[in-house]
């Protein structure tokens, strides 16, 4: 059984989604991490540790990323690998017999289009435990107001390539915090630095994936 | 050709924004200009006296091409921006595109674009630049996930083995024949050089494990199209001006140069001073200031566009490679930041 949740940890890093996929070339025609998942869901193996899998397949590619050793190619191949396996855990969740460590709310903010970062984002946090209500792009900032009531206790995540949109990112945040003073909102993207989500009101910054990642987890863990 | 110009401007320690997208907003019908080919043209010629500068540079609007393109497949204007080809146009429909590309009457926005080049053509003293994305730039904008064909593919998975990779292929070829039919049109219209950006020809979308290990993916998404675009410049006596602000490795770089553009415009994650040695000795260098945070006074204070100005200009002298002093992409507009954002142009434009 440990066999199985290493092997689904390893096709998670090496991005091998399942037998159909033909990456990575050297695992072609081998199966993945759909098929192991299933194999392992049959076997008797707990939700619990094929969840574990996920994190430590998503962390290991994910401190290969921190070191330059995987770039965001890789990155996004282990966590398709990763959702495969989620997908085989949701009804699990849906019972509530796997709790996610939290809800993430993630959108890219009104007036941008652009969805890349979000989207590592959203399938690199779901991969550390997190459930992740994604509401897509060009998201106006009462869409996230009624998602957070909605969703007491979440954390949200605001993204945005464009210099044009950070006006809508501080008047997004602006709008959150007056509503929900201890909602924590975390930012990133191409125009952001540390000092820039500081002065919006922000109560972090990533500057990756992976960096999202660990904010939520020092939130998870205090929390 | 720009090249001499350039070379010239560049030894004179010439510094210049691409911001006409600032000077654009200063007038209060600013979308009615965009459709307007004398009054855009007359805004460029604003922005180059503003700027003190020979260098009509336009607009960047790197979604007009494909707006263009999609216009030929039937989307309708008020989907563009959200659309993604859910698989690829077969054949036929790519050879008819190609075919018929330059024939499509041009849409308004790209008909005032090229009014206005012709506007400019017609100013003495100025050099008419033209501008538009680079065909893999504007492939990742007609795919939803354009990075996991790349790799796909980078990893030596064929078109016929992945549907991903067919898509892919499939709009780089429609992306080509978009952009060389947009650079024919600004060449007739009186462009002496092309600005040709490709923010997307980066280590997000293309792996540099993969690129180490030998894959010629960056060669055949990025390089081969440039290639095409930068050999229809010289046919017709025009200069490339090559512009990516993304992040890119040292190959990239190389790649880059192996086009032999008369301008090279890199983001600020580069050190222009080092990557001189990369560089054709006849490739002026351009940029690269952080204009992408100069809304933030917190990241971005004046006193640090004014050290970093000091800095890049110092270095770049030491070095002896030719160099311009600008931004490191289109400085835009943004009306809550704007008088810090002016500032801050005004700031790089100052010298010591």
């Excluded at chain 1, 991490?33 to 969840?51: N, T």
């Excluded at chain 2, 805004?43 to 030929?72: G, Q, S, W």
């Amino acid at each position: 059984m440990n066999e199985l949740v290493d092997k689904i940890a390893l096709c998670i890093e090496r991005g091998k989604v399942n037998l159909a996929s033909p990456y990575p070339k050297d695992m072609k025609g081998q199966e993945g991490a759909d098929e192991f998942a299933k194999q392992a869901l049959a076997a008797g193996v707990g939700p619990d540790a094929i969840l574990g899998a996920c994190n430590d397949g998503m962390q290991r590619i994910g401190a290969k990323f921190g070191r330059g050793e995987a770039f965001v190619p890789e990155l996004l191949m282990a966590a398709k690998a990763m959702n495969a396996v989620m997908a085989h855990l949701k009804p699990f969740f849906q019972a509530g017999t796997v709790k996610p460590k939290g809800k993430f709310v993630l959108g890219t903010v009104a007036g941008d289009l652009h969805d890349i970062g979000k989207n590592l984002v959203s399938m690199v946090v779901a991969g550390n435990g997190w459930e992740v209500l994604d509401l897509g792009v060009d998201v106006k900032p009462a869409k996230f107001v009624d998602t957070v009531r909605a969703n007491p206790g979440c954390v949200v995540g605001l993204s945005a390539l464009l210099t044009t949109t950070m006006g809508n990112m501080a008047a997004t945040v602006k709008e959150l915090k007056a509503q929900f003073p201890n909602t924590v909102v975390i930012v990133g993207g191409a125009p952001l630095s540390a000092e820039a989500a500081a002065q919006m009101g922000a109560d972090g910054y990533a500057h990756d994936p992976q960096a999202a990642a660990a904010f939520l987890g020092k939130f998870a863990a205090a929390a | 050709m720009l090249r001499r110009q350039l070379l010239d401007l560049a030894s004179q320690g010439h510094r210049v924004p691409i911001g006409a997208d600032l000077i654009l907003h200063q007038h209060a019908d600013a979308e009615a200009t965009l459709r307007d080919g004398a009054r855009l043209g007359a805004v460029v010629v604003e922005t180059a006296a503003r700027f003190r500068t020979p260098l009509a540079f336009p607009i960047m609007d790197l979604r007009l091409e494909k707006a263009e393109l999609l216009r030929f497949f039937g989307v309708p204007a008020g989907e563009v921006e959200k659309f993604h080809f859910a698989a690829a146009p077969t054949a036929e429909q790519r050879h008819e595109y190609a075919r018929r590309a330059r024939e499509v009457e041009p849409s308004e926005r790209v008909a005032a674009n090229l009014g206005a080049l012709r506007h400019v053509a017609q100013q003495p003293g100025l050099l008419p630049v033209g501008m538009c994305i680079g065909p893999f730039s504007l492939t990742t904008k007609l795919m939803a996930d354009p990075i996991t064909p790349v790799c796909m593919a980078g990893a030596g998975i064929g078109a016929e083995d992945d549907a991903g990779v067919a898509l892919l292929e499939a709009c780089l070829e429609l992306s080509l024949a978009c952009v060389l039919a947009q650079v024919e049109r600004a060449l007739d219209a009186g462009a002496r050089a092309v600005f040709v950006a490709e923010p997307a020809a980066n280590q997000v979308y293309f792996s540099p494990l993969q690129l180490a290990g030998g894959s010629d993916i960056f060669e055949r998404c990025v390089m081969a199209p440039n290639r095409r675009i930068a050999e229809l410049l010289a046919s017709r006596d025009a200069d490339l001006l090559f512009h990516c602000c993304g992040e890119i490795t040292d190959s990239m770089l190389e790649a880059f140069g192996s086009l032999r553009p008369s301008l090279l415009s890199l983001g600020c994650s580069r050190r222009l001073w080092e990557d001189a040695v990369r560089v054709p000795k006849d490739t002026v260098l351009y940029g690269n200031l952080p204009s992408k945070l100069f809304y933030s006074d917190e990241t971005m204070p004046l006193s640090r566009v004014t050290e970093q100005s000091a800095d890049l200009a110092a270095r770049m002298a030491a070095c002896g490679h030719p160099f311009i002093l600008g931004t490191e992409c289109d400085t835009l507009h943004v009306p809550e930041y704007a008088a810090t954002i002016r500032a801050k142009v005004d700031c790089l434009l100052a010298r010591a």
